[in-house]
């Protein structure tokens, strides 16, 4: 087990159309983040999962968004009737269960909504 | 509101020369600092972390430190390389019953030979 991984890497989409992304964290991580970036801007929270448990959903994350972790090991984000402000790179992070404890980063999925 | 800002927003310099990244925060309850290092295209890669207690943490050619009471760190890039050339963002986390991470918008930086 190398790091997160994210598929896909890039997701080109019409206007409308519903996408899913997937996120593999490190196998002995109990924590998984999602975040939004967009050109320029640093990211931005999304949603944590602590096993299969979401615990926190930003402001961010419109009933369009939904996110499931259900085994607690990979995740993945559905955007329904997607939108031209959608275009972003979505990160996903994972951590082990501690204070200090270091969140390791994916590659991230870059969406185009066209 | 928990805020991270970095300054500059962009930096260009040329191979060998030193550089600093500024990070204000407004976090609260403060927990720790990390600094990140964010290639085109690819997602952070954390470089430090420090906590309350710290006031300086070096990893290779950069250094962090942070003042705590002022709520401010910077990221000092020595004898700078190519590759270096890449967003670094400074990240706060707060301990308000979950463990979130407040990213800055980052600064990025242009390393020219």
């Known amino acids: 087990d190398t790091g997160v991984s994210q598929n896909p890497r890039h997701k080109i989409t019409k206007r409308g159309q519903n996408v899913t992304f997937r996120c593999d964290p490190i196998?002995?991580?109990?924590?998984l983040y999602w975040y939004r970036q967009t050109l320029g801007q640093g990211p931005e929270f999304l949603t944590y999962?602590?096993?299969?448990?979401?615990?926190?959903k930003s402001r961010l994350l419109s009933d369009r968004f939904s996110a499931e972790r259900p085994k607690g090991s990979f995740s993945t984000l559905e955007i329904q009737r997607t939108e031209q402000g959608d275009s972003a790179m979505y990160l996903c992070?994972?951590?082990?269960?501690?204070?200090?404890?270091?969140?390791?980063f994916g590659q991230g999925t870059r969406l185009t909504v066209v | 509101k928990n805020q991270v800002e970095q300054s500059p927003q962009s930096l260009i310099i040329l191979e060998g020369k030193n550089c600093t990244l500024q990070c204000n925060y407004t976090v609260s309850p403060f927990s720790n600092l990390r600094w990140y290092k964010q290639d085109t295209g690819r997602g952070p890669v954390s470089l430090t972390i420090?906590?309350?207690?710290?006031n300086t943490k070096s990893n290779g050619r950069y250094t962090a430190t942070l003042d705590a009471d002022t709520k401010q760190s910077s990221l000092h890039i020595t004898a700078s390389q190519l590759s270096d050339s890449a967003s670094y963002i400074c990240v706060v986390s707060a301990t308000s019953g979950t463990y979130k991470y407040i990213f800055g918008t980052g600064t990025r930086l242009k390393v020219l030979a």
């Open positions: 196998s002995e991580h109990n924590r």
């Open positions: 992070a994972s951590s082990r269960i501690a204070v200090l404890a270091e969140a390791f």
């Open positions: 999962f602590q096993n299969e448990a979401q615990l926190e």
């Open positions: 420090m906590t309350f207690s710290e």
